[in-house]
């Protein structure tokens, strides 16, 4: 499958042209192709004159970012303390069933990434699965597969 890169200057244009804004670039890049591709990072690197070691650095710092491409719906599983005792890991191989994939993972269409995450912060709700950044909680294995549009 080849990726069309068109827009990845269109995207950079949107910010003003120097290093402060470099973590802005890459946060709609990785909105625009659910990851950040060598290339973004190489033209990124270019035209904001910075090394190509700096934008790497950025890129591979913060968790919210992906080297690899992620499916158009990021599903997470939290497996806090909290989440973990009340059946998070039953929730995760619901889902990994369900999906077909492991935790890590990106179906063959790409419309979902399974991710195993550390506490989310949310243990009243516990155990939490969150969906495109929305918490669900209080989940059970068969509420949690109903998280998911697939049959």
């Known amino acids: 499958m080849c990726q069309d890169f068109s827009r990845l200057p269109e995207i950079i244009a949107r910010h003003r042209q120097s290093s402060e804004s470099l973590i802005m670039i890459l946060q709609d890049i990785q ?36 080297l690899k491409p992620r499916g158009k719906n990021i599903v997470k ?3 806090g303390t909290a989440c973990h005792i009340r059946g998070a890991r039953l929730i995760q191989d619901q889902l990994e069933h369900k999906l077909g994939i492991s ?4 179906t063959s269409d790409s419309e979902y990434t399974l991710e195993a995450v550390a506490c989310v912060g949310a243990c009243a709700m516990a155990p939490v699965v969150i969906v495109n950044e929305k918490y669900h909680g209080s989940l059970n294995v068969n509420k949690a597969a109903k998280l998911l549009k697939r049959k």
Request: hydrophobic letters at 40%.
């Open 31 to 66: 909105q625009e192709y659910h990851y950040l591709p060598p290339e973004a990072l190489t033209l990124t690197a270019e035209t904001l004159a910075v090394p190509l070691s700096k934008v790497a650095s950025i890129a591979t710092f913060y968790n919210s970012f992906s």
């Open 103 to 106: 935790a890590g993972e990106t």
């Open 77 to 79: 599983v939290c497996l």
